[in-house]
């Protein structure tokens, strides 16, 4: 009897718990009366700025406000996100970007990722038994895209001189700026991993100890480096003594990355694809990276009545989940560098897929699917918004937040370690060759309306992007969301589907849901077979810009997850 009451109690204590979470949770946000904390967008006329850190974002609109436009402050406000947030991006990594020129009226897409070492093969693992690329050392270090990524913006769409691009970064990188509260943490995390990796403490831990929240930090070596690629241009980068020291230290690492990976690498303008979600065009970059698996997503839910599901529903997370699970059998199976397959992109984000797809959906949560049979042929975000109309939708990463652990000496960054993400299994699309792109996890994302543009998106956080993208699409489509409360909103995520580098999902996966679902949904999910659970973390960082043309002004968003801010003037 003791037992059976004290049971009584825990659940009852459980029920209250939950009851004053939902009321603490609804009564944060007294203006819209939404069900989750929020604020209100900003907004303004001439130009906006939404970066995942504040001293960038305000870089980003001292630029707008010079004279520059939106491809200038996205670059200037990317250099100083790889000098103020080192754990999620910077020069040794890769870069995506949408960009809406206001001038010819149309989206431009560049792929600016690195290709895999000229001498790096698969035989290479094989003949060491090796069954997987490691994560850290020199191994799945690639070629950095990123600043050639820059120039070829700035080539094609700049107005400022590059000098003054980056005059900003290379100010707060001699002179220091303080450390936030989330980059510290991270910092610690890193330093604690990295700390007896080369160059890696005389770079970022100041006196030998972690950074932390409000400690000056100076990246002297950057912002040398900076300077030269300000003044040599993307050839002080690619070739001279930065390659050399690049390519010197991860050979004595035991890489193989060379000179002349470095020398030959180039990005790529490419076009973007997109489907109509119920009137708006909603836009990705095609593989390597993974932004047709939100199109996917949101074809097959095209095929439901999601607004009157609701928004938290038990039916709206559980179809959302399904569809998620059917998009990343084919990212498994298909997405991969298109320079070496010939990608099925058409089809797979074709309205005639999406619906021989659905069918596989029922009312109980699928432990595991197959990819569709076709015919074969951690991460920052930004995005800029200028006085002429043009718009930015720019992300950029070195992957598992810092990177492989590999500091050249004296540059002031690491290096990526994207090589990870390939496959070791023979004849799969994403099977590691020379100077192949690996499959790519950063996705940049844009929404347009009868052919103009409406939102430029992103949310960093590897598989969690194409998942939170179609989010977003639907919040504000779907839920009627204003941009602020589009990206505040809980999110769900994911996880255990089978992946480009091997890998089957054969129990169902995991759900994650953010703080704010209830505990009918809870429970509806679990009842339909669904393995839920709670997390803290891992939902991503989201930033975005509207455009409304009929007042004629921007509105910004920046959620709390992170350190961002919007700001416009």
Not at 174 to 202: C, Q, W
């Amino acid at each position: 009897m003791k037992e059976k009451k004290r049971i009584v109690n825990i659940m009852s204590l459980i029920s209250l718990i939950l009851t004053l979470n939902y009321t603490v949770t609804q009564a944060q946000d007294r203006i819209t009366g939404r069900h989750f904390a929020t604020r209100s967008e900003i907004i303004a006329k001439n130009g906006m700025v939404a970066t995942s850190h504040p001293l960038a974002t305000q870089i980003g609109l001292n630029i707008l406000i010079n004279g520059g436009n939106a491809i200038d402050a996205a670059i200037a406000a990317n250099a100083a996100l790889g000098l103020m947030e080192p754990t999620g991006s910077g020069i040794g990594g890769d870069l995506f970007a949408i960009i809406w020129s206001a001038k010819d009226k149309k989206l431009y897409g560049l792929n600016a990722s690195g290709r895999s070492p000229e001498k790096l093969n698969l035989k290479y693992f094989t003949d060491r038994g090796m069954t997987k690329i490691p994560p850290y050392g020199p191994l799945p270090v690639t070629v950095p895209g990123c600043v050639d990524g820059w120039f070829e913006m700035h080539g094609k769409f700049g107005k400022m001189e590059m000098e003054h691009v980056l005059a900003p970064a290379i100010k707060y990188a001699h002179e220091g700026f303080p450390v936030t509260d989330l980059i510290g943490y991270y910092l610690t995390m890193s330093s604690n991993r990295f700390k007896d990796y080369p160059n890696f403490a005389n770079t970022y831990m100041g006196n030998g100890e972690p950074l932390k929240k409000g400690d000056i930090f100076k990246n002297p070596f950057l912002g040398d480096t900076y300077e030269k690629i300000a003044v040599g241009g993307r050839e002080a980068f690619y070739s001279g003594d930065i390659a050399k020291t690049i390519a010197n230290f991860i050979q004595s690492q035991g890489g193989l990355l060379s000179e002349t990976d470095l020398a030959n690498h180039k990005s790529e303008w490419v076009e973007p694809v997109s489907i109509n979600y119920r009137g708006y065009d909603v836009w990705e970059l095609p593989p390597n990276g993974q932004g047709i698996a939100a199109l996917q997503i949101l074809n097959i839910m095209e095929g439901y009545q999601v607004k009157e599901m609701g928004f938290g529903s038990t039916e709206y997370v559980h179809h959302f989940i399904e569809a998620k699970k059917l998009a990343f059998e084919d990212r498994a199976k298909y997405y991969a560098d298109p320079a070496f397959n010939k990608l099925p992109i058409d089809q797979l984000i074709s309205e005639e897929y999406a619906d021989e797809r659905r069918k596989l959906i029922n009312g109980r949560a699928a432990r595991s699917y197959d990819a569709g049979k076709l015919e074969q042929g951690n991460t920052i975000y930004l995005t800029v918004a200028d006085r002429y109309g043009n718009m930015v939708s720019l992300i950029q990463s070195n992957y598992r937040g810092m990177g492989s652990g590999m500091v050249p000496p004296n540059l002031g960054f690491m290096l990526q370690d994207r090589g990870e993400l390939f496959s070791l299994e023979e004849g799969h699309f994403n099977m590691i060759e020379p100077n192949k792109r690996p499959f790519h996890t950063i996705i940049p994302a844009f929404i347009t309306k009868n052919g103009k543009p409406w939102v430029s998106f992103g949310l960093m956080g590897g598989a969690m992007q194409p998942q939170g993208h179609a989010q977003i699409v639907m919040n504000l489509i779907d839920f009627g969301m204003n941009l602020q409360e589009a990206g505040d909103a809980p999110r769900m995520q994911h996880t255990g589907s089978s992946e480009p580098t091997g890998g089957k999902m054969t129990d169902g996966g995991q759900v994650l849901l953010e703080s704010g679902f209830d505990y009918e949904t809870i429970r509806g999910l679990m009842s339909k077979g669904h393995k839920v659970s709670f997390s803290l973390g891992s939902f991503g960082g989201y930033q975005a810009i509207m455009w409304d043309e009929e007042k004629g002004v921007y509105y910004g968003a920046s959620e709390s997850r992170k350190d961002g801010q919007a700001a416009g003037y």
